[in-house]
């Protein structure tokens, strides 16, 4: 239903543009195709092994400049996958689909711009532990950076003295973020808006956004003889601010409440602290670190039972088309180390990945895959990738 309301949009805009620039005599127009194809084969100790895939993501982009500087623009592309694994000599799985993985239009200018459709939306100081995930699940240990879209209306606006200014509209997503364990109610709408600006030597961000969780498949699941609810009021706010001086520094911070006893989640706090610095090593060795704390609570605030999460990220070039990086977490409360090393080789338009993982086989940190955790365990995985 929303990829047939988006075809429709999509046609109705490409009629509106080329109106538009019938009218417009000295706009001028363009119109690109692109895409990534990419596949891998996994070996893992644990689960179903080998693991193989294969994956294309077509990308069509048309515009119009029109003669006062304004850009009319949209974009469509799609997710189209399949992955087959085994297990034992008597099971197998496979996983195929086409799915819209962006689907928007835009009209734009020098400091603003209103986009409509599905898109990504994502924001926050942190790199690796990110509390203001809200609207995306990037994983940066994914080569492939893949994330879904949200169905929505955004809107920002560009002052000259660095400030901006966002707000948006989404409807029509169910599917929870990476933090959220109650879902969204797909049919009422959201809202929100952030602020950025700059601040001495850095930039603070406010963030926030209001919601309709449904936690009755929750209720269902896991507490059968509580109350579940169809509608609950949910508010989130966010703070975030980076300085770069000799030494990066950040912080990101997220505070969820609900308006209804939803047991331990009706609560959720979601505090980070990093930094980053480039060691003049050989070609020069670039570090992060970042450290959370999460908390579900019923309770406003309360950190009884936290969970605190390290992390540590390495990056290395070992020359013009090589490069080597890796990603440590540590789950202090279970004792759990997570490791990935990576191994990148950059030839043109290929790039071939190389990589070892050794991860507990319940993942608690947030994955990028909606198909399969293919990070659970310990084993390695070949990636090729090509971009057009």
């Known amino acids: 239903m929303k990829l047939s309301a988006f075809l429709i949009l999509f046609l109705i805009t490409l009629h509106t543009f080329g109106q538009a620039h019938d009218s417009l005599s000295r706009s001028k127009d363009t119109l690109s195709f692109k895409g990534q194809l990419s596949s891998f084969i996994l070996f893992n ?25 304004r850009l009319w623009d949209t974009e ?21 689909d086409v799915k819209l993985y962006r689907g928007w239009v835009r009209y734009s200018g020098e400091q603003f711009e209103i986009r409509l459709g599905l898109q990504k939306i994502n924001f926050g100081s942190a790199s690796i532990l990110r509390p203001l995930m809200w609207f995306d699940r990037l994983d940066p240990r994914d080569p492939l950076q893949l994330t879904y879209g949200v169905w929505g209306l955004l809107a920002r606006y560009y002052f000259l003295n660095n400030v ?18 109650v879902e969204t109610n797909e049919h009422i709408p959201e809202f929100g808006g952030r602020i950025q600006f700059p601040v001495s030597k850095g930039e603070l961000g406010f963030t926030y956004h209001h919601r309709n969780a ?4 929750l209720m269902d699941v896991l507490y059968p003889n509580s109350q579940p609810f169809e509608r609950i009021p949910e508010n989130k706010v966010g703070i975030d601010g980076k300085w770069d001086m000799t030494v990066g520094l950040w912080f990101e911070a997220s505070f969820s409440k609900k308006q209804k006893d939803t047991n331990p989640f009706t609560n959720q706090q979601l505090l980070n602290i990093g930094a980053d610095y480039t ?16 908390s579900d609570s019923e309770r406003w605030l309360n950190f ?34 997570y490791t990935f090393f990576n191994w990148k080789k950059q030839l043109n338009d290929f790039a071939i990945y190389a990589i070892f993982f050794s991860n507990p086989e ?27």
């Open 304 to 337: 009884n039972g936290a969970y605190n999460f390290s992390a540590l990220s390495l990056s290395y070039p070992l020359g013009i088309n090589d490069n080597i990086s890796a990603i440590v977490y540590h789950d202090w409360e279970n004792d759990n180390f």
């Open 362 to 388: 319940t993942n608690l940190i947030p994955v990028a895959s909606d198909t399969f955790n293919v990070m659970g365990g310990t084993g390695i995985q070949l990636m090729v990738v090509y971009n057009h």
């Open 214 to 217: 449904d936690s009755r498949h």
């Open 164 to 181: 901006n200014l966002w707000a948006w509209t989404l409807y029509g997503n169910e599917k929870p973020s990476v933090w959220e364990v």
């Open 45 to 69: 100790k644990e689960g179903y092994s080998p693991l193989a895939g294969i994956r294309y993501i077509p990308q069509f982009n048309y515009g119009i400049t029109t003669a006062n500087k």
């Open 76 to 96: 469509l592309s799609l997710n189209m996958f399949g992955n087959a694994g085994l297990g034992d000599p008597d099971s197998y799985i496979t996983d195929a």
């Open 279 to 294: 060691f003049g090593i050989g070609n020069g060795l670039n570090t992060a670190v970042e450290h959370l704390i999460a």
